[in-house]
Every structure is written in C-alpha cells, then in structure tokens.
C-alpha cells in the first residue's frame, strides 16, 4: 500500500531541505534556498547590484563563508562551522590567527541560561567576526593558544530576491512575503517559507479573484529593496501579508496592519474567531518583521502579520533548539488552512448594490424561497438574503454582512450568489 504523504508531511520536508544551508541577507546560501523553493514554483529571481541606493538604505557587500572553525591547543575543533550554520557570527570579516582564550572570549557568544543551546548572531552593518557556541562547550575550554580561522569573503555581488505571482481575475494584488535570510532556524523562518510555497501552489490550483504576489527576501534590506524597486506599482497592493514562525505548536497569532482596521485585519479576525481556534489578536507595532516596511507611513499598505507563537516569544526563538523538531507538520498545515479560508474571504467579499431598494422584494415569485426547500438552514439562507439586500448600498461588503448579521460568510456569499442571479443587486 502506498504510503499517504499529507500536504504537512510535505511541508517539513522542505523544511528539512532547507535547514542546512548557510544563509544570510546576502550570498549563495539565499540563491541555494531559492534553488529549492524553485523546485515547488516557479520563480521570478532578482539579483540587485552592492551599492544600489535602496529608500534611506544602500544593497550592502555580498557575504559568503566557506568554513568556520576554533582549534584548543591540542589541535582538536571545538566549534566548526560544518556542524551548524548558527557557529559563526553572521557577516564575520575573515580571520586567521592564533590567540589566548582570554582574547578570544570577546568574540565567543553563549546563552548562559540556556547552556546546551547556540545562539543566532549577527553583525551586517559593522565589521566584525565572532563565533556563537553552547555555554558548557565554552566552560569546558582550557587555558591555552587557541587557533581561529573564519574563510569568508565581503565583496561587491548582489541582494537576491524572488517573487512567484498567481494570476488573478483583476490587477488588484495580494502580497504574501517571507524572509529567506535565517540559517539554521526552522520555525523563524523556514517553516514560514513552506507554508508560502504550498499556499502559493494551492492557489494556482484555482482561479483567484486577486493577483497573488509571494515575494521570498531577506529580512528588513530585502523588503525595502523590494519597495524601492516597486514604488510605481504598490498602489495595485490592496491585501498582504507577512509569514513568520509558522510551525510551532503554539496557537495563531495575527498581527494587524498599522491601519488597524484593513480588510485584511477583518477578514483574519473573522476566520480566527468563527474558527474557535485558540489564537490571539495583536495590535500593530513598528517593530517585528517586514510587516513593519509594507506599512511604513509613506506607503501605508495593508499587510498584517500572522505567525504561531509570535517573534521573540517562545525561548527557543534565535537559537538552535528552533531546530526540525520544534516545528511540526500539523502546525504548518493548520496555518496553510488559516490562510487559504482567509483569502477565500478577501477573494468574494464583494460590495453589492440593491436593485429592488424601495421595500422587500417579493422572492417567493422569483423562486428564491422555493429554492431553500429541503435545506436545513433554510432560515439562516433566507435570513442571508434579507441582509445582503439590506445593505447591498454600495459601501458595505458580504464581510460586513457576515459579521453584522452573526452568519457563516460562505452563506452570505451563497445568498448574494442567489440574489445576483435573479437579478436583484449587482456587483
């Protein structure tokens, strides 16, 4: 019997694909995890020159190591590149040199609460190297010349980036966008990455009502390059969002847009809410992930943020116990789920405009009361198109009538369906 591979099951195996590679906001690890991506869609790849002025940002130098190590004085490797990605400070200068521990423990990083744990480090915008390591390897390190070496390179190349659209019925966009930049982690963000993949797949499988744009970047440089180079277009943007940390076991999270009350915002709440899944709704702040670049003030998009157990959150986060076992295949395929429900709302929540307005019109001679018969929510269908017809006005949307009237939205849809076809409201 063949064995069932379930869209979850698929999903942490990209995961695990991806989690060896040596990514940064720069260089070949980003073009090797987009090799992979490619290998589930089709992808548009931009590679953006150092040096290219980016908004209030310059690309940086493009980063790549080869290998990363600290031999103790007998020769023997304490910390070496080739067993986590997490070992070396990301954007290290090359380093050759033999040293005293005691000159090298400044440049040594630990989680001293945590000490079976690496932590992730970085430093992309000042010269520097480092190594990151578990507080006992570094308590257990004699006295003595130690031996570093950092084979890196920092030289003019390019910012990669991708994007995937789904076409759509209308120009309109939708952008969903994950970082690519995290080595190592697997909720924070290749769990993210996955989840955008299979929903970017699942939508082509159809045809939406929006255009679907999935842009893979790396974190804060990668979005805002994205904007620099899109500024003439973003006004296409109606919808986004951002995926992060989208594999733990924790429940959803959703960060709303800077607006508040987008209707992105809305449609996420109803889906959590009418859902009863467990999840928590949280009010926009200027700091997290790329959400915080799409709704800067000077371009103001709608694009909230959704995630398990949000950034920062949970202990593991930047470290490598987010490892293959943190993030699990039910999880990702839950968030895969919240999605697609989410833009299934955004996609049919049109606004309607009542062409009986004057009175109720008379639908038993339409045939629309003889048509709920035999249904067992004939009263909430028949309930659905009282309401639509009360507020098809032009302003009000099946996501207001939803809400407002307490039914389930694919009822609202199916009574407005109802109504257009019979010739009562238009679109």
Request: net charge negative; aromatic share 8%; glycine share 8%.
């Amino acid at each position: 019997m063949a064995v069932v591979t379930t869209p979850g099951e698929e999903m942490h195996a990209l995961v695990e694909r991806m989690y060896p590679l040596r990514r940064s906001i720069t260089g070949d690890g980003v073009r090797a995890t987009l090799d992979i991506v490619g290998e589930h869609l089709p992808l548009e790849v931009h590679e953006v020159p150092t040096g290219t002025q980016v908004l209030d940002w310059t690309v940086p130098q493009e980063w790549n190591v080869r290998e990363a190590w600290i031999a103790d004085p007998s020769g023997r490797r304490v910390v070496d590149l080739a067993d986590s990605s997490l070992h070396v400070l990301g954007y290290s200068v090359p380093v050759s040199a033999r040293m005293e521990l005691s000159d090298l423990r400044p440049h040594l990083h630990t989680l001293p609460e945590h000490p079976t744990w690496v932590p992730y480090r970085t430093s992309y915008y000042k010269p520097d190297w480092g190594f990151c390591l578990a507080q006992e390897t570094l308590d257990s390190l004699p006295d003595g010349e130690y031996e570093v070496r950092i084979d890196s390179t920092l030289a003019d190349g390019h910012l990669t980036y991708a994007e995937h659209v789904v076409p759509g019925q209308v120009p309109d966009e939708v952008i969903v966008s994950s970082h690519v930049c995290h080595p190592a982690l697997a909720n924070d963000n290749l769990a993210g990455i996955a989840v955008a993949a299979f929903l970017a797949r699942s939508l082509a499988g159809g045809t939406p009502y929006h255009t679907y744009r999935f842009l893979f970047a790396p974190g804060t440089i990668g979005a805002i390059t994205w904007l620099a180079r899109n500024a003439g277009r973003v006004e296409r943007v109606k919808h986004g969002l951002v995926l992060a940390c989208a594999g733990d076991r924790g429940s959803l999270t959703y960060k709303r847009s800077r607006r508040g009350d987008a209707e992105i915002d809305r449609a996420m709440r109803y889906v959590l809410e009418t859902s009863g899944r467990p999840h928590e709704i949280r009010e926009f702040t200027p700091y997290g992930y790329d959400e915080r670049q799409f709704c800067s003030p000077g371009f103001d998009l709608a694009v909230g943020s959704l995630s398990r157990t949000p950034y920062a959150g949970y202990p593991e986060y930047h470290t490598s116990a987010d490892d293959l076992d943190f993030v699990t295949p039910e999880a990702m395929e839950d968030t895969l789920a919240v999605c697609r429900q989410v833009f299934a709302v955004l996609d049919r929540n049109r606004r309607y405009v009542n062409l009986s307005p004057y009175g109720e019109p008379q639908l038993g001679r339409r045939g629309l009361y003889g048509a709920l018969g035999g249904r067992s929510d004939a009263q909430e269908a028949q309930m659905a198109m009282l309401w639509v017809l009360s507020l098809s006005d032009g302003e009000h949307g099946l996501l207001d009538v939803a809400e407002r009237a307490g039914l389930p939205f694919d009822t609202v849809v199916a009574a407005a369906d109802a109504l257009h076809g019979a010739g009562l409201v238009k679109a």
